[in-house]
């Protein structure tokens, strides 16, 4: 079974350049789609924090399944794999 990969997050500007955002990590799907991210807050009252968010709700549907901060890069993880819906887990 392939199972679902953390990959840094990549924005494509207005002229077609691609950017490869520091600390910023996307949680895809098998098919590539996303269902969770997170990323290192730069600056105000949450610097050097990590933001998480589900992209699902919890019975599957679309939408925010949850947000929060922790402060190391793992815990973000683990808080959202384990808001995942099961049939989104590895």
């Known amino acids: ?5 953390w990959r840094r997050t990549a924005f494509t ?12 990590w996307t949680l895809l799907d098998t098919s590539g789609e996303p269902l ?3 990323y290192k807050v730069m600056g105000g009252p949450q610097d050097g924090r990590w ?3 589900v992209l699902f709700m919890p019975d599957g549907s679309v939408g925010n399944g949850g947000t ?3 402060a190391m890069g793992r815990e973000a993880r683990e808080a959202c794999e384990a ?7 590895d």
């Open 13 to 24: 500007s207005i002229n077609g350049n691609v950017e490869i955002a520091p600390d910023d």
């Open 83 to 89: 808001r995942l819906p099961e049939t989104m887990r």
């Open 51 to 53: 933001y998480w968010s």
């Open 36 to 38: 969770a991210r997170l």
């Open 68 to 70: 929060g901060f922790t």
């Open 1 to 5: 079974m392939t199972r679902n990969s």
